[in-house]
Structures are given as structure tokens and as C-alpha cells.
């Protein structure tokens, strides 16, 4: 048994790679986001009961219980779909705090959170025992500029009487909402959006409304005193909350102005030490387990491909393949299936250096050394598994170029002369092989020649032969023709 486990933790660690790590640790953070938004946005029952069935599902996939893994599947995407429309507020509200999250940049702490805390418990609390009606909101990390509509720029320091003169009955814009940027108030007499998930034992009047929109489409926390009660309200994350005492207030306040604008916990970075251990874990677990039943594959797979053979140097040697080469090998592979999911047949080559020493021992054995496998693969079989190569010992001779020329010139003309360029090419013959007295061109046309030119042809070389390194095959030959003289 224990060298069963043995095994099988060796065939684990040999078919997990990095990128199957990072994949994990990529998707639990997906899925730490995911529950804490289902915490605040789910009752317990509905979140016990979408557990249960994401665990079947899990079940079923990796016990191979086809139907009801299908008919999961098929519910998880009517889920999907009632979740999109039931909370599309929440998540436009996502979309739009991804392009405010600041990594490493810390925001500028109020100069003292105290003070600023302590004015608007204050200025609440005699506001709500006049009776006075008010609307603070207090910006947290997310944009809220394309929420908010109309009000008073104003760009002043918080303050008990500046609060108690904007929200006086009789000033011009106490209705609208005051906001909040640390210690300072930016505008004033501004609209905010009225919430559509009041239900109908929804007690508040137009300000509560207001301020559950806003909390329902951004981080930041409104406090509401209302007129009418000459109570104090504070909305946050969709909820709205009727408070006791001031007490309670400030300590709402203070915790806030604590998590966004305190410098030592503003960055992300720092904000991830704070979050739930036992949600990190329970991310992790459930990326694990989707992996395992998705992505990762036990045990070792063999697949096979037709893969082309290149030859490197072969014309710098100084030594000629007498045999036809080969141009491609079907080779066998061993790995991970994963691995080959991720695999690009076309990218496989075989490269040999065709240099004098290998052409001397003739043999080029196909190995890994050969291929271009990616580190995730061995090489398990080759055909053939080696290639025989028989070569010859080859002298550089300079061969005179013959201009091969067919049919004849019409009535009307003459040759004058007729070149090639070069008149001469060097050329590799093996040793003890017949030396042609020259080597022909493509032939040339005489019938459709009407005037003098350059006409480029290749050489035809003959088999055995080969070009020098430096030599080109195109040959330039220059025809020269006049009109013949007929008054004869």
C-alpha cells in the first residue's frame, strides 16, 4: 500500500507543471471574490443549498455519473442567468471598482479621521434631535462620479456649522446629498439614485431611497437623519440600518475612515491580511477540486506524430549525401495529457548538423537531443530510430557553363553574340567521379527572341553534382541580334 501511495505521488508531481499551480491560485482568487459577494448578497439557506449542489456536481463529474452532471450543468446555467438579472446592479457595480483598485498607491489620510468622525456624529445627532432632515455621503475606493447628478461645487472644510447651514430648511439645496471626501465636503445639493429593491415594508421616505442607491452602486457609506422621525439611518453595501445611539455612529464612522482612508491599510495589499482565513481556504479547496476534475489527468498518455527532418551545413561540408534523405519520422511522445492540450504538433522538428565528422560515421540516431520537445515530454519510440547516411569525399572544380539553345532566330534576324554570366561556375564532384566537359542551361527559345536582351535561366545540374556555397544557380546570358541587311 505504501509504495502504491509512493507511486502515486510520484506520477502526481510528474504531471503537475508550474502553469497548472499558478492556474489554481489564479482561479481561488476568483472564487474568494465570488463567495464573499454571495455572503453579502445571499441568504444563509439559499448559500447552504448552492454549496450542496456545486459538491454533487463535483461528485458526479469525477465518478463519471454522466446524466447528472448534464443536469446540473443545465441548472447552473438557468442559475447564471436569474443571478445576472436579479443582481446586474452589483455587478456593473464590479465592473466599474476593477478600474479603481490601487495595488501599491496609498489614498491621502485626512488629516485627522478623529475630528472629521466626531463632526458628523455630532452634527447627526443634533440634526436628528431638531428633526432637521440630512444626507451625508462619504466617499470610500470606488468611482461614483457617473451615479451622482447635479448639486453645488464647493470644496469646503467639514464642519459641525457648515453642515447645520447647508441642510437649514431654508438654504437653497438641503434636500439634495452632501459629499463627502475625507474632510472635505466637494459638493453639495446633489441627486443621488433611488434604490428599486425597497420591498414593501420599506418605511423611509425619498432620502433613504437615495441613500440606498448609492450604497447599492458603490463602496461609499451614507449617513440619513431623517425629518419626519428624528432618526439616524446608515446605508452601506445595499443595507439600510436604523441605529440607537451615537455611540454606534461613531463607531460605524470610525471603522470606515479606518478601512479607506487610514494609509497603513488603503493598499490591496495590505487589505488581504485582514480578509477570512477560512474563506481563502475553502477558494482554494473548491479551485483544487475543479481542477482535479477538469484539468488534471492521472498516469502517463503516448501519442504519436509525422514530424519533418531538417539538415543544417549540409551544403558547407565538404562531403556529398549520396543517398536521397529522408524528410520526415513518426515519433512517439510520452506525458501528461494537459501537456498535450497546450502542445503545437506543427512547432515539432527534427534538426540534424550535417557536419564531416557525423558524415564520416555515418549514422544520425534520432534522440531527444534531436527534437524540440517541450521539458513536459520524453521521447518513447522513433521511426526508423536512426538514419543511415552514406557520403562521398568531394573536390571544388570550375565547370564552363553551356547555353542550351533550341529552334532558330526568324528570317528577319541575325545573331550577333551570345554570353552567359558567369561564363564559368565552381562546382562539388565526387572524388573519382566523371567531370562533364560543362554544365547546361535551361534552354532557350530562339523563336521568340525579336530583339537584343538579358534573359536569366538556371543551371541543370547533373545528378551527383552540387554548387559551391557561393555560387548561384541563376545564370544571366545576353543575346545580341540585328535586323539582316536584305537589299542584296
Known amino acids: 500500500m505504501i509504495e502504491t501511495l509512493g507511486s502515486s505521488l510520484q506520477d502526481f508531481a510528474y504531471n503537475v507543471r508550474i502553469v497548472d499551480i499558478l492556474d489554481v491560485a489564479l482561479i481561488s482568487v476568483v472564487f474568494y471574490l465570488l463567495i464573499n459577494w454571495l455572503i453579502r448578497s445571499l441568504s444563509k439557506r439559499t448559500l447552504i443549498g448552492f454549496s450542496t449542489l456545486f459538491v454533487i456536481y463535483l461528485i458526479a463529474r469525477l465518478s463519471g455519473m454522466y446524466l447528472t452532471e448534464l443536469l446540473i450543468q443545465a441548472l447552473f446555467i438557468v442559475i447564471l442567468i436569474g443571478m445576472v438579472v436579479v443582481f446586474q446592479s452589483d455587478i456593473r457595480r464590479i465592473v466599474d471598482s476593477v478600474g479603481n483598485w490601487n495595488f501599491f498607491m496609498k489614498n491621502?489620510?485626512?488629516?485627522?479621521?478623529?475630528?472629521?468622525?466626531?463632526?458628523i456624529a455630532e452634527a447627526a445627532s443634533k440634526m436628528a434631535y431638531n428633526k432637521t432632515g440630512a444626507l451625508i455621503v462619504i466617499r470610500g475606493k470606488e468611482n461614483w462620479d457617473r451615479h451622482i447628478d447635479g448639486g453645488i461645487a464647493l470644496d469646503g472644510q467639514l464642519s459641525t456649522s457648515l453642515l447645520y447651514?447647508?441642510?437649514?430648511?431654508?438654504?437653497?439645496?438641503?434636500?439634495?446629498a452632501v459629499l463627502l471626501e475625507?474632510?472635505?465636503i466637494v459638493r453639495f445639493g446633489t441627486h443621488l439614485p433611488l434604490s428599486r429593491n425597497m420591498g414593501e415594508n420599506f418605511e423611509g421616505g425619498t432620502r433613504h431611497a437615495a441613500a440606498l442607491g448609492i450604497s447599492e452602486q458603490c463602496d461609499a457609506l451614507v449617513v440619513v437623519v431623517s425629518e419626519e422621525r428624528g432618526t439616524i439611518s446608515v446605508a452601506q453595501s445595499g443595507l439600510l440600518k436604523t441605529l440607537e445611539s451615537r455611540s454606534e455612529l461613531k463607531r460605524i464612522l470610525d471603522d470606515f475612515w479606518e478601512k479607506h482612508y487610514q494609509s497603513e491599510d488603503t493598499s490591496i495589499i495590505n487589505g488581504w491580511k485582514q480578509r477570512n482565513i477560512q474563506t481563502a481556504i475553502a477558494s482554494l479547496v473548491i479551485a483544487g477540486m475543479l481542477w482535479f476534475a477538469y484539468a488534471y489527468q492521472s498516469g502517463t498518455v503516448y501519442r504519436s506524430f509525422s514530424i519533418p527532418i531538417e539538415y543544417r551545413n549540409?551544403?558547407?561540408s565538404s562531403m556529398m549525401v549520396q543517398d536521397s534523405l529522408p524528410m520526415q519520422a513518426q515519433v512517439t511522445l510520452a506525458g501528461p495529457e494537459q501537456a498535450f492540450r497546450a502542445l503545437d504538433p506543427s512547432t515539432l522538428v527534427i534538426t540534424f548538423d550535417v557536419n564531416e565528422e557525423n558524415l564520416n560515421s555515418g549514422?544520425?540516431?534520432?534522440?531527444?537531443?534531436?527534437?524540440?520537445?517541450?521539458?513536459?515530454?520524453?521521447l518513447y519510440d522513433a521511426n526508423p530510430q536512426s538514419l543511415e547516411i552514406t557520403a562521398q569525399e568531394v573536390e571544388q572544380l570550375q565547370i564552363p557553363v553551356h547555353i542550351a539553345m533550341s529552334d532558330t532566330l526568324s528570317d528577319q534576324l541575325e545573331l550577333l553574340s551570345i554570353s552567359a554570366k558567369p561564363?564559368?561556375?565552381t562546382v562539388a564532384v565526387p572524388k573519382g567521379n566523371t567531370v562533364p566537359d560543362?554544365?547546361?542551361?535551361?534552354?532557350?527559345?530562339?523563336s521568340d527572341i525579336e530583339e537584343s536582351m538579358k534573359i536569366t535561366k538556371d543551371l541543370l545540374l547533373p545528378l551527383g553534382l552540387r554548387l559551391s556555397e557561393d555560387e548561384t544557380q541563376e545564370i544571366v546570358i545576353s543575346i545580341e541580334v540585328r535586323e539582316k541587311d536584305n537589299t542584296n
Open 363 to 378: 549514422k544520425f540516431p534520432i534522440t531527444e537531443n534531436v527534437i524540440n520537445i517541450p521539458n513536459e515530454f520524453r
Open 182 to 184: 475625507g474632510n472635505n
Open 423 to 425: 561564363e564559368t561556375v
Open 438 to 446: 560543362s554544365i547546361a542551361t535551361e534552354s532557350i527559345d530562339l
Open 108 to 119: 491621502d489620510p485626512p488629516s485627522d479621521s478623529r475630528t472629521a468622525t466626531n463632526i
Open 314 to 316: 549540409l551544403q558547407n
Open 165 to 176: 447651514s447647508i441642510f437649514n430648511p431654508t438654504a437653497p439645496g438641503h434636500d439634495g
